[in-house]
């Protein structure tokens, strides 16, 4: 829609809308995880001290994430490579 714009400078592919949009149909899945993984996003399950060492982290936890095994890995479904 021509109302969408891309004001993020860090986030090329966040699209937002200032006002009111009708949805145009509904999914439902069973499972939010299987879905988000499903859909390219990168899962991971962290403890509470890594999850406040990625929030305070000055790369947005690059590093860290960097480090890690995804639930996608572990389930080889959808693995994406994490870019900073």
Known sequence: SDS???K???HDQEWTNPGNV??????RFP????AM???G???F???KETFA?????????YSILKTLESENMKRGENVREIVA
């Open 37 to 39: 993984i499903e859909n």
């Open 4 to 6: 969408f714009t891309n």
């Open 31 to 34: 499972s939010a995880i299987d």
């Open 53 to 61: 060492r990625i929030q305070k982290s000055s790369d947005y936890g």
């Open 22 to 27: 009708k949805p145009v149909g509904k999914t």
């Open 8 to 10: 993020s400078k860090e």
């Open 41 to 43: 996003v990168q899962v």
């Open 45 to 47: 399950f962290t403890d």
